[in-house]
């Protein structure tokens, strides 16, 4: 079996750990091994998941304890966050990650604290819905809000974002339209009414939605930024009908300069992913939440896409969010996958030895650092 282990991973798509106190008891740790947001999972299904059990054996034998949450989170208390992270990072060889703080809990990170925390660079994703309710929020017209966002997308690069992140295939879906300056400003009006009452609002108005990400894609362009797309499955508002990758054909036509980053492998669409890898010069494929929540699975996913991508537009991140383990679990189950597929492949003659390593090589480093021109 070929051994990955030397070659670190660049993981270009995650997101802060919350506060250690936010999962420290066995209830709150368990809850983020599942994308549900029902609390029946959380409690009585979670334990039976593939991936959280394997979590708990393979932390148990990290940390020399018994295999069960309790001792788990007792013997990772004998640590500092610092120092824990540092272990797991360490272990499992992440070298950089691209963190999207867009998800806004009050117990999550910022990215002084994550630059704190993690024992490698960290660099800021720019998340469009988030900043976009912001300026909702802050500014009393549409032609302020939409000037704000604006100028705050168009100092991106400068401000250190090595990338641009649209989650609208959760709020509106992936058919974005044309933008409609008109249909954007009257959803603005509704959002901003809701925002003045209750002093929070969530952009889910599809005019407006469409029309911020056009706006961005334009800036993304002129400063030679990815756009990276959530698609396929994720949180329990993910409507999957809206969230197929083959949706964002027209964008991907009309956008033939912008790197488009579709997240996820688009699962369960990994193969119409593919399809859009293969002939599209401009779209890039990744492997992160499937991976790990895919488990035994993982293999067979990754053969398909690798018999069809070129090797250079498909990128590894672990999507890791709330604490370190998830980072740690996605990194072991990733390295496994691949190594599973790419030895394969060697061993029945589709590749030499050498080939092999520089796809794992392309896939868990090379290609992240081209694409987000991180020297």
Known sequence: MLNFDQIPILDH?????LRRAATDD????????????DPMIHQRYVPSLLVFRTAIRWLAEFLACDPTVEAILAARAQFSEAEYTARLFTDVNIGMVLCDYGYGSADAYDHAGMQALLPCPVHPILRLERLAEEMIIAEPTFERMIEAFHAHIAAARDQGVVALKSIIAYRTGLQIEAPDRDAAREDFAQLKEIAEQTGRVRLARKGLCDYIVHLALVEAERQALPIQFHTGFGDSDADLRYANPLHLRNVIEAH???????LHAGWPFFRELTH?????????MDLSLAVPFATVGIPAMIREILGMAPFHKVLFATDAFTMPEIYWIAARWGRWGLSQVLTELMEQGFLTEEEAMQAARDIFWDNAQRLYQLG
């Not at 798509?13 to 750990?17: E, G, I, Q, V």
């Not at 033939?256 to 579709?262: E, R, T």
């Not at 859009?276 to 890039?284: C, M, S």
Request: net charge positive; proline share 12%.
């Open 256 to 262: 033939p300069a912008v790197q488009l980053v579709l």
């Open 276 to 284: 859009l890898t293969a002939i599209y010069p401009n779209v890039w």
């Open 26 to 37: 066995p209830a709150r740790f368990q809850r983020w091994f599942t994308e549900s947001t």
């Open 13 to 17: 798509h995650a997101h802060p750990f």
